[in-house]
């Protein structure tokens, strides 16, 4: 697998579709940093460390619904392995005039585009979300 990040959002955008309530992805430490900020912000329950069925780390994601309807209705990755993003603070993109947010990796950790802009640094942007 040479994109994660690709690979978690992409299960998370299927199970959304699907309607599932939960969705198992490999664990990592990244992947648990962008999770953190995707619950931090409300557009996911949580998530927690399991084992999957093959014996190695995974994380169970616990997705979330409003009314029938997923609370992600868009999920992008923006910087891939081929062709990676970085921008500054300034620079940091407004997703949907401030209605989504931005995931951003910085030197002080992975944090939303309006954290970057308050903690003044900037970043590799993972993703964006709405």
Same mark, same amino acid.
């Given at each position: 697998?040479?994109?994660?990040?690709?690979?978690?959002?992409?299960?998370?955008?299927?199970?959304?579709? *699907?309607?599932?309530?939960? $969705?198992?992805? #490999?664990?990592?430490?990244?992947?648990?940093? /962008?999770? @953190?900020?995707?619950?931090?912000?409300?557009?996911?329950?949580?998530?927690?460390?399991?084992?999957?069925?093959?014996?190695?780390?995974?994380?169970?994601?616990?997705?979330?619904?409003?009314?029938?309807?997923?609370?992600? *209705?868009?999920?992008?990755? $923006?910087?891939? #392995?081929?062709?990676?993003?970085?921008?500054? /603070?300034? @620079?940091?993109?407004?997703?949907?005039?401030?209605?989504?947010?931005?995931?951003?990796?910085?030197?002080?950790?992975?944090?939303?585009?309006?954290?970057?802009?308050?903690?003044?640094?900037?970043?590799?942007?993972?993703?964006?979300?709405?």
């Amino acid at each position: 697998m040479n994109d994660p990040i690709a690979d978690m959002l992409t299960r998370i955008r299927n199970s959304q579709l *699907r309607g599932k309530s939960t $969705v198992i992805t #490999p664990a990592s430490k990244l992947r648990a940093w /962008v999770l @953190d900020v995707l619950a931090d912000e409300g557009y996911i329950r949580g998530y927690e460390a399991t084992t999957g069925k093959d014996g190695h780390p995974a994380i169970e994601i616990s997705l979330k619904y409003y009314e029938g309807e997923p609370v992600i *209705r868009e999920l992008k990755r $923006v910087s891939k #392995p081929g062709r990676r993003v970085y921008m500054g /603070v300034n @620079d940091i993109p407004v997703v949907r005039q401030g209605l989504g947010v931005s995931i951003v990796s910085t030197p002080k950790g992975v944090m939303s585009g309006a954290s970057a802009r308050a903690a003044n640094v900037g970043g590799e942007v993972l993703c964006t979300v709405f």
